[in-house]
Structure formats: structure tokens, C-alpha cells
């Protein structure tokens, strides 16, 4: 069954589908499409029932009727999509899944649960976080605001308090960071 999604994914909805994959391209005659996994856990394509395919401001939701791994990439057999023909279609597009689907964490918080925040140090606010950039030795959270772009390490001892379901992070600047403007 294949239902049509109207709702655009950025803004307010963003938080309902989270990125997990894109379609690279057809597998084989019977529609199978071949997904290029955006997650290290690989396992949770098995698990689910149901996915969202996306391009743009178009969405339709499928349900999944096999799921397996193969040399790091993922190979989906959907409902509604059976010929070549159909799955080259889907090329390119999303691989999301519904917020509700994600297991929560044990410790920490998912990217896409950070991105979106509002940023303070004390009471001043100092932008959205944008974006998490891996760096290997820490993340860095790029904040941007009124004074343009901000590079906030990811350290305990900078990030005070982080309040997911109020969508706010407060920080602590190391000295110098901040130039006064």
C-alpha cells in the first residue's frame, strides 16, 4: 500500500522523517531497489515495516516487504514498485523513515535531534545550531546568527545543558571564541 505525503519536510515537520538513506539506483528486473545507507546501523532497515521516499516536497510512504544488507549497501523490495522500470523512478530520491521509528539513545543525542536548537550562553542568544561537523578529534556544532557563523566545540566542558524537547542548548564560549564586534 502506498500512501501520497503532502507535508513538506523542512520547518516544523522536519522533526516527524529522519534521513536515512538514499536510492542509488534499480537492482535486478523485479523493482528491488539498491539504498545507500546515511546510518552505521544497518540492522534497522530489517526491522522496519514502513519507509518514506522523498525527493523535494514529494513524498510517498511504502511498506517494505524484504530488507537485506549487503557489502554495506541495502537492497529494499516495497510494495507497489515490481519492474525495473518503476524503481528507476525512485532514483536519487530520500530514504527517510517516521521520527517515532528511531530507537532513543542510551547516552547522547542524535544529530538530526540537535540541528534546529537555539544556542545560548547565558542569556543571550547566540543562533540555530545548523549543522554537527565531525572533525575526528571533536564535533564541532556550527551556530549561526546576528554575528554570523559560530563554531562551537562539541566538549563537556563548553555544552552546559542540552534540552531536546525545548529545543534549546546552552553553552559556555572558551575565551576568544567570540569576538566582541
Partial sequence: ????????????????????????RPHGLNGELKIYPLTT??????????VILRRGEICQHFKIITARVQMGLVYLTIEGIDSIDQAEKYRGWEVRIDRSEVPPLKEGWYYFELEGMQVYEGDILLGTLSQVVETGANDVYLVKGSKGEICVPALKSVVQHVDVSGRRMDVTLPPGLLEDK
Fill in 1 to 24: 500500500m502506498r500512501r501520497q505525503c503532502l507535508r513538506v519536510w523542512k520547518g516544523a515537520s522536519s522533526m516527524d522523517e529522519v534521513l536515512i538513506g538514499e536510492v542509488v
Fill in 41 to 50: 546501523n544497518l540492522e534497522r532497515f530489517q526491522k522496519l515495516q514502513e
